[in-house]
């Protein structure tokens, strides 16, 4: 069920001198050996790409769309092998896993559609003279990919590339290595040429430090923190190198008088704890119109206390472990802290069992402003319900945290919505949803949660540069 681990590099799949284990955090067994780049790995995969590029940035539109299209195909007839390693690397259950596996090819499938549109335009101009505007692929992207989705994330990043006509070198997450492999083993076996797709691994510190800063390099594109993402931003500054920033959120859910409290109270504890929360668009913050706060709380703290735990291949597991064991004792600090601060435990607040990195599902009721939770991305279980007096009061706490990534809200007052929409400092607003983005759409954060935006028509422009033509007849 798991891959044998490998770097991808020019075509080639290959070893290295060192590696280190992938655990499965519903066990804490290892389960592979991943091999990690050296410096000639990764110039290797620097000079794979500017070849990659030199063929890829000339086939036509229509055939890299075909290629991806055809890429695509092959993830999803192998959706039950990419769903288990899935399962087994990052813990999520099984269900959830799958859909992941067609959520990646539905970006594919997306972007291999934009490779077709990206076009142009003609200025009019005095006579005998012509102004035209060119998109053409950037050049070499460095990507980075985070753990929570171990195959739709990269395919967010080396669908836009591949269609842009760029070539790649991603490194994705060392936890969860195992999807990426799947897309490289696609693209292989789909006939991408050579050196287009570059896959390592790593000490991401180091192989960040050695690729950025790389002339051929002229886009960085990454999901992750917000502090790793100033780091990188800043690295790529000094050669003047452009960025694609997917970083964290602090998601606000405004649930406003006229809401149904039950209905909404049940959907939030679902989405809350869909990949035990590892979801940088997941709801956490709830800010509930007093008139329909007990209610609320009762019906999220019931169904969240209700959630089934476990290992995710086991049926009927709804939630499975945190990816790995630095979440336990971050998240047990910010519930501690909550609860010293004055705030209710509604349920949850512990370690799930002995074996694995689980937590319970958790609830905080009534965190002041000064609890850390109120200020900290808890990226996991964790989901804090206070109490407002109107709408006003909600945008307030709502636009109080440094980001601005996902924003939720439930109302049918077509007054409150114009208000949610102008005022509540997100990229990504949902009203009677708590579903953030789709192929079709574009996502990205504003404030300390980003910069540029993937998906949608959009999603290619990051990929491209702009090239004025200004020709003058003879």
Request: glycine share 10%; net charge negative; proline share 6%.
């Amino acid at each position: 069920m798991y891959p044998e681990l490998k770097l991808f590099i020019a075509g080639e799949w290959r070893g290295s001198a060192t590696d280190m284990p992938v655990v499965n955090p519903a066990t804490e067994a290892v389960i592979g050996r991943l091999p990690c780049a050296q410096t000639s790995d990764l110039d290797d995969a620097l000079t794979a790409a500017q070849a990659g590029l030199r063929i890829w940035s000339r086939t036509s539109p229509r055939d890299r769309a075909d290629i991806i299209l055809r890429a695509a195909r092959l993830m999803r007839e192998r959706q039950e092998t990419i769903a288990q390693a899935i399962t087994l690397e990052q813990g999520k259950p099984l269900a959830q896993a799958r859909l992941e596996v067609i959520r990646g090819a539905e970006f594919f499938e997306w972007d291999a559609g934009e490779a077709m549109r990206t076009y142009g335009r003609i200025i009019p101009a005095p006579k005998g003279q012509k102004f035209a505007v060119h998109h053409q692929p950037i050049g070499v992207v460095a990507a980075f990919a985070p753990w929570n989705f171990p195959m739709s994330q990269p395919a967010r990043k080396i669908g836009g590339a591949l269609a842009a006509g760029c070539s790649v070198i991603l490194k994705a997450a060392e936890e969860t290595p195992a999807g990426a492999i799947h897309i490289a083993k696609a693209f292989e076996d789909a006939g991408l040429p050579r050196g287009v797709l570059n896959l390592v691994f790593g000490d991401p510190a180091a192989i960040s430090a050695h690729l950025i800063p790389q002339e051929p390099v002229r886009l960085v594109a990454f999901t992750g923190s917000t502090a790793i993402g100033r780091h990188l931003t800043t690295m790529a500054s000094e050669n003047m190198t452009s960025v694609l920033m997917e970083l964290g959120g602090h998601a606000p859910v405004i649930v406003c008088e006229d809401a149904d409290a039950q209905d909404a109270g049940q959907a939030g504890a679902v989405r809350k704890m869909r990949n035990a929360g590892q979801v940088c668009t997941s709801p956490t913050r709830f800010f509930v119109h007093e008139s329909l706060f007990d209610t609320f709380a009762s019906a999220f703290v019931s169904r969240a206390a209700a959630t089934v735990v476990g290992n995710g291949l086991d049926e009927g597991v709804e939630m499975g472990p945190l990816a790995n064991s630095r979440r336990l004792p971050a998240l047990t600090e910010l519930i501690e802290d909550a609860r010293q601060k004055g705030a209710t435990i509604a349920t949850g607040g512990a370690r799930h069992g002995n074996e694995g990195y689980f937590l319970q599902p958790t609830v905080v009721l009534n965190a002041p402003d000064d609890a850390r939770i109120m200020q900290e991305e808890p990226f996991g279980p964790l989901a804090v319900i206070n109490s407002v007096r109107s709408l006003d009061d909600a945008i307030e706490k709502a636009n109080s945290v440094p980001y601005g990534l996902a924003g939720y809200a439930f109302t049918n007052r077509a007054d409150y919505i114009d208000r949610l929409v102008d005022e509540v400092e997100v990229g990504n607003l949902s009203i009677n949803t708590l579903e953030a983005s789709m192929p079709e759409t574009p996502f990205g954060g504003v404030k300390s949660s980003g910069y540029g935006r993937e998906g949608g028509s959009e999603g290619l422009d990051n990929y491209m540069t702009v090239k004025h033509v200004w020709y003058c007849a003879a």
